[in-house]
């Protein structure tokens, strides 16, 4: 499993509340400004949860985690590659 | 206006009522050493997967587990809130904004402080851990200061009324541990308090917010109100508890049974009561909850 741009972006758009659909999704834009605030940041954790089948260990639930895209890309594709070794792993 | 002048009143009775009924929380519970763990620790009706293929599919001990492990989740999310809403409440104790109300905020902030208590002691004991929040705190958006605390208080009110629904449901739920259904039943009570408290307060805060904030803004803050309804209701899906509970594949049962209709038929069940009443002052946002 890979987290690529577009299923990141698939993702993080319906919470970016303050982006058009027309306008391009800026991955260092800051969050916030897109409209994610602290609430909507709880329905972000949980559609990246499903989507990518992990969960967000507590230390990663901060505002610098959630700053950009970019930032949650690099945390997400962080715990994915972790699920897929512990998956490899288990299979071997 | 003539609903603040009613605040005060009706928070001096309170006030006193609790005053006149206070016992000390460290009296009110007996605390077994352990909970039997053949046993519901939370109403099966009201967990999160109820009513749905993936509760048909457990076993007995399964469905067992997970009431197990959502009590003690459903507790964590009163600690949290509670410690959200102390801390809003402190901020306003001695402001020129709510004179007349500081007595009442003290009796609050006691009676929550022992909330938290209750329920962190359950937690700790029951199920070795208080379950970390899935989010984190920010303010409310910048708007007219009635505005403001309308989003701030229309959240305290949203939190309490919505775990009372749950509270009261299994204060008499005899399929439960003395000491859980002790816990549901005193919250339950003193709980009645602070909603009698917080409705009025929201009526008044929306008369002021009606008369002298912008209606752009009031329209804003019930679309954030709307927004925090379906935070709040997702809260109950927390894979930890799942995964505590020993279930077959934990991290797919929250998107599996938030995608059955039951979910959201159950959802709107339990915000009725409080929908009726933000219907009533007036306030907007209905329309765009995500059941
Ligand atoms: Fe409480
Ligand atoms: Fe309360």
Redesign the pocket.
Known sequence: MQVSLERMENVLRPHCRLLNASEVLDFDASLVSLGVDSIEVVQLIIAIEDEFAVQIPPRLLTAETFATANTVLAAVGSLVSVSEDSAQEARS | MKSWGHLEEVAGRLSAISRSQFQSVFEKFEWPESLPSDCYWMSPELTSCYDTPVWDRLSEPEQIRLTQAESVNFFSL?VHL?RGLIGEVSDRIYTTRYPGLSDFFHDFIR??NE??WFFATFCQSYGGKVYPTRGFDGAAPAAHESVRDLMVFGRILIA?EL?DVYNARMANDERLPLVAQRINAV?HE??SR?IAFGRQLMTALHDEAREQADPSELEAAGRYLARYISVCLRSFYNPSAYVDAALPEPLSIRGEVLRHPSRAAFHQSVMERTLKFFDRIGLPGRESIAW
């Open positions: 009163n509670i009676e929550e909330h938290m309490e775990c919250h003193e709980e602070h």
